[in-house]
Structures are given as C-alpha cells and as structure tokens.
C-alpha cells in the first residue's frame, strides 16, 4: 500500500517533470525539471529493489551529467527568443516524426497481452557480484568504454590547449 | 520481514533525533564559531545574551524570521524561492544512513505490572541501515550544489553568478577526490553499509608487541584520511576553500542577494552538511562509535558510550573546522582547482594501490 502511494507520486512527478522539460521556454528551468524527473525514476529503482542502480541514476545523472549541462546554459545565459518558422519542412518532419512514435509506442503497448512480470527476487543488487560480472563476463565492453571515455578525455585536452607561446585553442570556436 | 508498529514507532524515534540533533547543531555551531573565532582572534565574542552568550544563536534566528523577505526585481521568483530548499534537503537527509552508536538488545521495560515495551528487540541507532549506504550519500552530496547553482542564476546579479560557477567547478573537482579518498575504507570493510565500515575498524593494531592502537582506518590510510578531510572542507565550501562566498571579492557570493530566512537556510544547510561531513570522516576514518581500549557490552552502558564516543570525535572535528577558518588565509582560484586536480586525485589513486598492496598481503 505505501509502496503504491510512492509509486504513484514519483510516477506522476516523473512524467510531469519530463514534460516540462521540452515545453517550458526557459532552459535553466528544463535543466532542473529534467534533474527532478532523473530522480524521481531512481525512486523508481529503489522501489525495484535495485538501490545500487538508483543511486548511480542520481550520482551519474543527476549529479554528474546534468551539473554541467546546467554549468554550460548558465554560462551561454541563452535569452528568451522566438525564432522565425525558417523551415518548414523540417516542422513538419519533427511533429510528424514524434507523433508517428507515439502512436507506435500506444498502438503496441495497448496491443501487447502478456505483460511480463519480474519475479519476485531482488535484482542483483549486490556490488560484490556486480562487481564480479563486471570483470568476469563482461570484461572486454567494460575496458572498450573506459578507452572511448580516454580517447575523449585525451580529444578534450587537445582541443582547448593552448600552445607554448599562449596562442588560441586550437579547436574550432 | 516482519514489520509492526513498534519497528514504525522506533523508526520514528530515531528520525526524531537525528533531526533534532540536526537542527540544534546550526545555532550552536554559529556560537562555536563567533566564540571560537574571539578566542583565536583575542577578542571576547558574543558574551551578553544567555550565560556565555549561549542564547544570541537563539536570537539571530529570532531576527532572521522577523527580517523583510526581500525577492530582486529581476529575478526568477520560483526557483529563488525554491533554491535554498534544493541546498537544505540534501543536508538533513545525508545522515539518515551514518551509525551513530552500538546496536543494543533493549531490555524489557515494565510500569506497574504494563509492559511497557516487550524486550529482545535489537536497537540499531542508524536510520535507513541500506546496503548502499555510501552511495547514497554521495548521490545525495552531489545534489547539493544545485542549491547554490540556482541561487546563483536565479538572483540575477553577477557576484551570485561567479559565486554559483565558482561553487559547481569546485564542488565537482573536489567530488572525485573525495569519492576516491573514501574507497579504500570500504576495500577494507568489503562492504558499502557503513556498519560493515564501522565494524572492520574494531580491534587494534599491536605495535612492536606492546603498544596497542585501535585499528582505525586513519593509520593505515593515512593519505586518504588527510585528502578526504581537506577535499571534505572544499565540498562544505569552508575556508580556506571559501571561493564561492569569499566576502572580498564577491560580497556574498551566491546568496548575495538573499535575506530573511531563506538566507538562513544556506546558512543553516553549511552547518548541517559541516556537521553531516565530520560525522562521516568519524565513520570512515576515526572508527565511528567504537570507544578506543575498551570492549562495550551490547547493553544500554555499551550504547550510551558509543553514542559519547561518536559525538566527541564529531565535536572535536567541528572544532577542527572552526580552528582551520580562522586560522588559514583563503585559496586562490587557480591554486584550488591546481590542489584538487594535480595533487589530491594523484595521492588518492596512490593511496588505493598501496591500500590494495597492504590488503593482498594481509597486512590489514
């Protein structure tokens, strides 16, 4: 029963956040309302019995990834403005793009009979064997990631270097 | 798991002092601060207001809630209004997950032939015991700079603009520091419940034979221990990392424009997350509850002394906190992010190799 309250409120929280994420004007404000609907899903883990995924949904996300999108928008303090209808063609292709995958998503979420249930036992939430996983079974794509992270840390540091005589980045401004 | 109304009305005990020991650290730190800073300072301090100016925390807090509530012109009301609750929230909810004292077996308690409380139940003085327990707190640490980024962008005015980016550049800096300092306690405890951490830190290390010191983490962790407490000062934005308020250069910083008693809530949420921080470097680092060169008995006696050991080793920390203001000038910007970057995150990947060495060949 309380579980089904906290369900439902961070049910509606998430989807009214994720909402004002793309029709609110003002981007500080998607930023924030899309932290809040970032947490409310981890709530969404934590009441799964996975505590250890909602709390790098939080850390990662919300914690991480979206302090600096914040960082960035805040510092560009992009104003206010509405912007000329240039293209139409490519209006019609976002609305007509985005409702075609919702009446997809409807059409087989209504049509689908079977809804798979989760069995009762917990996730593997323990680190111990996540961890074991990890670096057992899924060893290669964990160390493939952390080279495209380091080539993307090494591309990020040449980028914006600045040569020995203090010249301009390099990167394209 | 079985879950009746005395599990809900002990929770609720519990959640009850924990926030109330919360909320009453605030104007007492306030007080430790102003006389501390005499004391250090060779000045006298507050001293007119209660016994040893005991009362003028009671009396600021009086005159925040009586002050104009003044919002900007130009600023962005809702998230002005709701920035200082963004920074609190993460400060009270943090402890939920730290211990603070030996579990014990409550007696059975009867009044005048009542039981007033049938017995043999296990007390466990922590809030939410999780499994992730650390984890959480860092996820919930690391909401805590959306207050002072809001803030900042919210009020409109640039010295709570550099404040906010100041305050989100450092935080996160110092974040992975921090985060990394912390590891090694938890590869000794192979656990993320700060419980476990608590537990593997009891007993001692015998030194040439004779010497006996309690087995906490600090000694063989020294480095973490030292990176962890200073990274710590950084995330609480404490001098002498104090960038994103630094009174010369940015009047306030990012509450520059707040008053009343949303201002009294960032203030408030530095004390709390202070408080929240020395709680932690206890856990981690100085044992938790454990009570050195002696055994408590897992009864009321044994509780109630590790409850006193834990609250000393906060209050000595807090002291440490106020001590390090007053005693040490403030960074400089460049020589922060220098500190946090090519220094402490060196030292704490250094401390995990020689932590894991220490561990393989069982030495700890």
């Known amino acids: 029963m309380l579980e089904l309250i906290v369900f439902y409120v961070f049910a509606a929280m998430a989807v009214i956040f994720a909402v004002v994420v793309i029709t609110h004007k003002n981007t500080v404000v998607s930023a924030i309302s899309l932290v809040a609907s970032l947490f409310s899903l981890a709530v969404m883990y934590v009441l799964l019995e996975a505590p250890f995924i909602a709390a790098l949904q939080v850390i990662v996300y919300a914690g991480a990834i979206m302090v600096l999108f914040l960082f960035v928008i805040m510092l560009l303090n992009l104003q206010l403005q509405d912007e000329e209808r240039t293209r139409p063609v490519q209006q019609f292709l976002g609305w007509f793009g985005s409702a075609a995958f919702g009446i997809t998503l409807i059409y087989y979420i209504v049509k689908a009979t079977v809804i798979q249930t989760l069995p009762h036992t917990p996730f593997m939430s323990d680190v111990r064997s996540l961890g074991i996983r990890l670096f057992e079974a899924y060893v290669f794509p964990f160390e493939m990631v952390s080279i495209l992270l380091l080539s993307a840390i090494v591309g990020a540091i040449v980028l914006t270097q600045r040569g020995p005589m203090g010249e301009e980045p390099r990167g394209d401004r | ?364």
Do not use: C
């Not at chain 2, 009746?4 to 959640?15: E, F, G, P, R």
């Not at chain 2, 809630?65 to 920035?83: F, G, N, Q, S, W």
């Open chain 2, 1 to 364: 798991m079985p879950f009746d109304a005395t599990d809900i009305s002990l929770s609720v005990l519990k959640i009850a002092i924990v926030l109330g020991v919360l909320l009453s650290v605030t104007p007492i730190m306030v007080w430790v601060e102003r006389r501390g800073s005499a004391l250090i300072q060779d000045r006298v301090g507050p001293n007119r207001v209660g016994p040893f100016g005991l009362l003028q925390s009671f009396a600021d807090a009086l005159k925040f809630i009586l002050k104009e509530d003044v919002i900007p012109a130009k600023a962005h009301k809702v998230l002005y209004t709701l920035a200082p609750m963004f920074g609190l929230l993460p400060a009270v909810t943090t402890f939920a997950v730290i211990p603070w004292g030996r579990a014990f077996i409550i007696p059975e308690m009867t009044l005048a032939g009542w039981t007033l409380f049938e017995g043999g139940r296990l007390f466990e003085p922590i809030v939410a015991d999780v499994n992730v327990g650390i984890l959480l707190i860092f996820a919930l640490a690391s909401l805590g700079v959306y207050g002072i980024v809001t803030a900042g962008w919210a009020s409109n005015s640039k010295y709570s603009m550099f404040g906010a980016v100041r305050a989100s550049a450092q935080m996160i800096s110092y974040e992975l520091a921090l985060t990394l300092a912390a590891i090694v306690t938890l590869m000794s405890a192979g656990s993320l419940r700060l419980v476990d951490v608590v537990n593997s830190q009891a007993g001692y290390f015998v030194l040439f034979d004779m010497i006996k010191i309690p087995a906490w983490n600090m000694f063989p962790m020294f480095i973490g221990f030292v990176v962890f407490t200073v990274s710590g000062f950084a995330e609480t934005n404490r001098l002498p990392f104090d960038l994103p308020e630094a009174e010369a250069e940015l009047v306030a910083g990012y509450h520059t424009e707040y008053s009343s008693m949303k201002f009294a809530m960032f203030f408030m949420a530095e004390y709390m997350a202070m408080f929240t921080m020395a709680a932690l470097i206890t856990t981690l680092f100085l044992g938790g509850w454990d009570v050195p060169w002696y055994d408590e008995p897992p009864t009321f006696l044994g509780f109630a002394l590790s409850v006193l050991a834990f609250a000393t080793k906060v209050g000595f920390l807090l002291f440490v906190f106020v001590w390090v203001r007053w005693t040490l000038p403030r960074f400089k910007y460049d020589q922060l992010m220098r500190l946090g970057w090519k220094v402490f995150l060196p030292l704490a990947i250094l401390n995990i190799i020689i932590v894991a060495l220490l561990i393989a060949f069982q030495w700890i």
